[in-house]
């Protein structure tokens, strides 16, 4: 199977130009492929992944994947796929955000490998000594303000009169196809890829090395992943899922890929893991005899978590999970724990209150909001649906002093099955 035949099967190819000359061109060698990123942060979000896994998955097929970061073009800004123009960024700022950035690209792309390594480029470095005339003149004159209107990216945004489209946007067009022309000079990539709201741009890329180095180069646009409920991919009520745990926990991120719609997890596995066919056919039959099984959306969890943040915090994600759904606390380190922290809610205690005789069970369960008085405490510890560092509490004269605290400050208390909260002695 070639590698666009596999990116079919998977559902990842949404356009591509002369797809029948790419899968020849491929077939014959190694060949140069690029996908851009533009640093609006200082983390890359699940929303990035596609594209940049896709590059992976070239990598793999013997291609070489080139990672480039738009440190000019994050100064301007891709007008695709937005309603309103971005905020403009500093360069000291979008250098700091490739910085960062770089480590993460370093799990999705072999920067090592001797065969094929991938590479990250900066489009700063080629377009700082070009000057404004020069770029109109030797870039500006080999497109019509006719063809750049046509674009999508360009015409819906012109359709919209209270927003419009700076001069600066309706730029970007020819910044990014600059890019493709220089990279096939320079690098010899013959192949872009992208989102699909990227395909004008990347047309333009193709347009430019025809016109100016009379080449033959190609693009390939990827869907833009929406789940099934027609909401954005990637995005929750927190906000956007990150790819560093400083801005999501390793916790949330194996979470946001266990809680994937039903109808969603299947595609889901053909979109951004690496497991083969038969393996996901497997999930797949798995997740339509016994969908409750939840077979399915564990493996996209584990893949993804592995992939971004390696196999030991994939553990410590599902440990901190199995805890949530009262699982033991035998083994489990400080930081599964604080995972956990951070998902519920905390309440804190002067930790003199737990000192000598320490505080009744049931005034405890109060304190922390998960019961409204002694008398319903009462009731719930005798129902059995009490629960101290996850172990069930069935006497009401109980009393909870320091030597219960986990790891010397916290409590771990349980009402029912899911509510919880956390003591913190301080």
């Not at 770029?135 to 009169?161: C, P, W, Y």
């Not at 996209?300 to 994939?314: C, K, S």
């Amino acid at each position: 199977m070639s590698i666009l035949d596999e990116l079919a099967w998977r559902g990842l190819i949404n356009d591509c130009t002369d797809s029948e000359a790419l899968t020849k061109r491929l077939s014959e060698g190694p060949a140069a492929l690029y996908c851009g990123f533009d640093p609006t942060a200082d983390s890359l979000h699940v929303g990035n992944l596609v594209p940049l896994i896709a590059l992976r998955r070239f990598q793999n097929d013997g291609h070489i994947p080139i990672a480039l970061a738009g440190g000019a073009t994050g100064a301007i800004g891709d007008p695709s796929g937005k309603s309103a123009e971005r905020n403009l960024l500093t360069r000291e700022t979008l250098q700091q955000n490739i910085a960062a950035v770089k480590e993460q690209l370093a799990k999705l792309l072999d920067f090592e490998t001797t065969a094929n390594p991938a590479q990250l480029l900066d489009n700063a470095d080629w377009t700082a000594g070009v000057s404004y005339l020069d770029f109109l003149r030797d870039i500006g004159k080999h497109f019509t303000v006719n063809s750049m209107v046509a674009k999508e990216s360009v015409r819906a945004r012109m359709q919209d009169r209270e927003v419009g489209i700076s001069y600066t946007e309706f730029s970007y067009m020819l910044l990014q196809a600059f890019d493709f022309y220089h990279l096939k000079q320079t690098h010899d990539c013959e192949l872009q890829i992208g989102g699909s709201d990227q395909w004008g741009n990347i047309t333009a890329g193709i347009e430019l090395s025809r016109r100016k180095l009379n080449t033959t180069v190609y693009g390939l646009t990827l869907p833009l992943i929406t789940n099934a409920d027609g909401t954005k991919f990637g995005k929750t009520e927190a906000g956007a899922v990150w790819l560093d745990p400083a801005r999501t926990s390793v916790y949330k991120f194996y979470q946001f890929w266990i809680r994937t719609d039903d109808r969603d997890v299947v595609r889901y596995l053909k979109y951004f893991t690496f497991l083969p066919q038969e393996r996901i056919a497997e999930l797949e039959a798995s997740h339509t005899e016994n969908p409750s099984g939840r077979e399915a959306h564990t493996a996209l969890a584990v893949a993804m978590t592995d992939l971004i943040h390696g196999e030991a915090a994939t553990q410590e994600a599902q440990q901190a999970s199995r805890i949530l759904f009262g699982g033991g606390l035998d083994g489990i380190g400080e930081s599964t724990f604080n995972e956990i922290v951070g998902e519920v809610p905390t309440v804190e205690i002067e930790r003199t209150q737990l000192d000598g005789e320490g505080l009744p069970i049931l005034e405890l369960f109060v304190t922390s909001g998960l019961c409204q008085s002694n008398g319903q405490a009462r009731k719930d510890l005798q129902g059995g649906g009490i629960n101290l560092n996850n172990e069930r509490q069935s006497d009401a004269q109980t009393r909870v002093t320091t030597e219960q605290l986990l790891f010397g400050k916290h409590l771990l208390l349980r009402k029912g099955k899911r509510n919880y909260t956390v003591i913190t002695a301080k």
